[in-house]
């Protein structure tokens, strides 16, 4: 009696809509193309069309798509809850985030700006840095 295999799908499409873009997991900035499915990223490719990278992804590139699907990614704001280095926060919306923030400097920005210093990376951060 022959056994019968169950159908498997082998060739099971990746995406159901491709979008190109640029990574940010470094300052190189290779050409990506990013495949969708259901809304969420589904698999991250280099652009072969790119003048970077010419369709190579490293590693790190490859893993930008835990920047979107990883348990742990922040959703909303922070705000600790219990003592210093227990762990324990609460999410918060981001108007009460920049009221706290603004609250904070708000009285050093009159009464002494130059206390303030701000240092960034150079990668995500230059979006609030750059004009
Ligand atoms: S694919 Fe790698 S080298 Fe290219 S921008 Fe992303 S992290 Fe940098």
């Known amino acids: 009696m022959a056994h019968r295999q169950p159908e498997l799908d082998l060739s099971p499409e990746v995406s159901d809509e491709v979008r190109q873009t ?36 490293c590693a790190k590139g490859s893993a930008g798509i835990m920047q979107h699907n990883a348990p742990a990614r922040l959703r909303a704001p922070l705000k600790r809850v219990g003592p210093r280095g227990s762990g324990q ?24 700006p130059e206390k303030l210093a701000f240092f960034t990376g150079r990668d995500q951060s230059q979006s609030f840095t750059s004009h």
């Open 22 to 57: 640029t990574c940010y997991m470094c300052a190189c900035r290779c050409g990506i193309n990013v495949h969708m499915k259901g809304g969420r990223v589904a698999y991250i490719e280099g652009n072969r069309d790119h003048p970077v990278n010419r369709g190579v992804l």
């Open 89 to 112: 926060f609460e999410e918060i919306t981001w108007d009460e985030a920049l009221d706290i923030a603004a609250g904070w400097l708000a009285p050093l920005r009159k009464t002494a």
